[in-house]
């Protein structure tokens, strides 16, 4: 059974930082790919960064390029996401999300960030984690 529990939400002044972590279990994290996914008030999820478990390849969406880095801990099946020079526009409720890449290891790991969780692939979501930016 996939479980992922978020951590590391908080209000933070614009410009600066958070680390948000994602402890996953029942699975082998290089076996997965696995996201950081954002929604805001009114506003649709959308895919933040995502990381391939078996090499460590990553994505992010351009909002957050250059300020958003994922990072993956294979030993100790955590994933994280850094986020500094934080914005308002960041504020929302952070899910943490995983999908077995085993039957398509080549699964592009764009694709995961943009188009979110397919239908009929083992996956799951975490609880999410709220990040409010305000001064």
């Known amino acids: 059974q996939l479980q992922l529990v978020e951590s590391g939400g908080g209000l933070v002044q614009p410009g600066g930082s958070l680390r948000l972590s994602c402890a996953v279990s029942?699975?082998?994290?290089?076996?997965?790919?696995i996201g950081w996914f954002r929604q805001a008030p009114g506003k649709e999820r959308e895919g933040v960064s995502c990381i391939r478990g078996s090499d460590g390849s990553t994505y992010s969406a351009d909002s957050v390029k250059g300020r958003f880095t994922i990072s993956r801990d294979n030993a100790k099946n955590t994933v994280y996401l850094q986020m500094d020079s934080l914005k308002p526009e960041d504020s929302g409720v952070y899910y943490c999300?995983?999908?077995?890449?085993?039957?398509?290891?080549?699964?592009?790991?764009?694709?995961?960030?943009?188009?979110?969780?397919?239908?009929?692939?083992?996956?799951?979501w975490g609880q999410g984690t709220q990040v409010t930016v305000s001064s």
């Open positions: 999300a995983a999908e077995d890449f085993r039957s398509d290891p080549d699964y592009s790991i764009q694709a995961m960030c943009v188009r979110g969780l397919r239908w009929g692939h083992t996956n799951d």
């Open positions: 029942g699975f082998a994290l290089e076996s997965y790919g």
